[in-house]
């Protein structure tokens, strides 16, 4: 099996060369960029399987812009990243997993913690690939279709695009309708790993969900939220109250 790739797009040396020794002692390929146009540089010489991204670079770039920038392109939309960053304000972290990353995590950091989220991450892609292969094809609610084989989604007929964590969130709740899951059970369901209390992440992947599967995101048909228990799928076409 081929290695997987991972590029750190970071700009503190210490930082760089600490995460390269134990990101290839655990088998990973590593890539190393100072700056988003040097990132952007090397992709066109060499794909990668994930993105560990500092907020703070030099030049004309900064990582959210290399974000906005993977995530609207065709070959890394559906690539993980990983935010890594000195920026602890909740306005950032929130800006960051609005964008579409998978995770945020602050500096100074446990590199054996960042680890454990990398595999968590690729552990789920993995299952998310396994799932295309079993149970139904196709998920019905409505309006709504979701392809677990072509890992589409229609909502009125019109395709709608999901990052693959949004995808899988919604193919969860949906495949356990009715069945309420806290914040903190998502985390581990999705995630994998403890989250240490900062359950934000779940509730700003609900909201982008609900932004492009919803009608009117502000009253949801689909994701409903149980307060003081958290979240659960409802197929509005049923004659059913949970």
């Not at 100074?108 to 079993?134: G, H």
């Not at 914040?183 to 369901?189: A, I, P, Y």
């Amino acid at each position: 099996m081929a290695k997987k790739s991972i590029m750190i797009v970071e700009d503190d040396p210490a930082i760089s060369e600490m995460l390269s020794l134990n990101l290839t002692k655990e088998g990973y390929e590593v890539i190393t960029a100072v700056s988003a146009d040097e990132a952007l540089k090397k992709l066109e010489e060499k794909d990668t399987d994930f993105f560990i991204v500092d907020i703070m670079l030099p030049g004309s770039m900064d990582g959210f812009d290399l974000i906005r920038i993977l995530k609207s392109s065709e070959d890394y939309r559906n690539t993980p990243v990983l935010i890594l960053s000195a920026k602890d304000d909740a306005a950032d972290k929130v800006a960051g997993l609005e964008l579409g990353s998978d995770d945020y995590v602050t500096k100074p950091f446990n590199v054996r913690e960042l680890i454990a989220r990398i595999k968590s991450i690729f552990r789920r892609q993995a299952a998310s690939a396994q799932m295309k292969e079993e149970g139904p094809k196709k998920i019905t609610a409505k309006d709504l279709i979701i392809d677990t084989e072509r890992l589409e989604v229609w909502v009125n007929g019109k395709p709608v695009s999901l990052t693959p964590l949004e995808f899988d969130l919604l193919v969860f709740l949906a495949k356990n309708e009715g069945k309420v899951f806290s914040r903190d059970v998502l985390l581990d369901k999705l995630w994998g790993y403890d989250y240490y209390g900062d359950t934000r992440t779940v509730d700003v992947h609900i909201r982008r969900l609900r932004t492009k599967i919803e009608e009117d995101p502000s009253n949801p048909k689909y994701i409903i939220t149980v307060r003081g228990k958290g979240y659960k799928f409802r197929d509005p076409g049923k004659e059913r109250n949970y």
